[in-house]
């Protein structure tokens, strides 16, 4: 085993989801990974701070994918436009493989507490460069802030529904759907009278949508 | 020292808070807030699992105070009115001693990850909370999603804020503006047409955005 290993951190990363597949995250140990890569135990923390890294090595993608869509979307672009750009860009990574990896990760999440922190920081970094991305461009620091959670939130929705899906169909059409019901709860929120809560009205304002 | 301590839980908090904010968080052990409240260890993780169960012991209160809140709001509330509900709530637990604890408590999250991951887990749990209070009044699920996120920015915008003011003022004033910019930017971000990124526009329109 030597300790120049071209292509150490891909092997690792595709001997780590090859066990998490076969035996589960929990079970699955760094030192079987570093076997099954043929690299040794050194070499995988050369490359990861430990296993939970390898769940969420998406996350740099993501992050980039959303912030270079933000800030490619021409100048005088309305915030939501920039989101969906950006869901868009997102929907481009998630291939078949990754609904796998994400269906793992979600596994893994629903049986570790230490692995659902580890997704609310990723999450929380890539709002803040979501954030960060949307006030370069000139939006005000809540717009930001709120613009980075709606797109949070339509990406976790849309998520939750394609892993829902045994079959894996594109990403984008739901992040559409996502996106559209969050576009329209943020026109009910905006709303400072009494709107879709309790008993419905007939009538609303001329361009918001029905609550479903 | 007795197994039998009354107020054991107060007594064990008190003698931390003064702890901390005499040597820091970091600098202060287990031990030691054991032996400023008369007790032992063991005594200490009876009540608390770690140093950091202390730290966000508020989790709790605030949670309680958004759901509550929402949950009173009568019938036909808008979604804005039960989320101003539960700010005005919070902002009555937000005494000058809370300004302390805040304060520190940021100190802490600034010097150590697993205190900032502490407390993104705590923001999610009390997320969900507020989110299903929500979906309880008869929220749709994105509309529940997005009003509990916008109470959380309010919240964290107020605290800010108040944190950095060094004389305690009441914590309303800081929610209500935090909340009325997050309402206006939900207005922006619901508008599907060209808005205030990038060049200003001169009038908005008062209750709906203008469409392109």
Known sequence: MSRWAPNAHERLQAAAWELFAENGYEATTVAQIAERAGLNRATFFRHFADKREILFGGEDALSTAFVEAIRAAPVG???????????TAAGEL???????????????????????????????????????????RGAGESTAQLGAATLMLAFA??????????????????ATRAFVALRASALELAAPSR??????????????PTAT
């Open 157 to 174: 929705a849309a998520l939750r529904e394609w892993l829902d899906d045994d079959d894996p169909e594109p990403f984008a059409p739901y």
């Open 94 to 136: 998630m291939t078949s493989e990754q609904h796998r990896r994400a269906g793992q990760r979600r596994r893994a999440a629903e049986a570790s507490v230490e692995v659902q922190e580890r997704g609310l920081a990723k999450n929380a970094r890539i709002a803040a460069a979501a954030a960060a991305a949307l006030r370069d």
């Open 195 to 208: 709107s879709s809560m309790g008993p419905r009205q007939t009538s609303n304002a001329p361009r918001a």
């Open 77 to 87: 672009t309305a915030v939501s436009e920039c989101l969906e750009a950006a869901l």
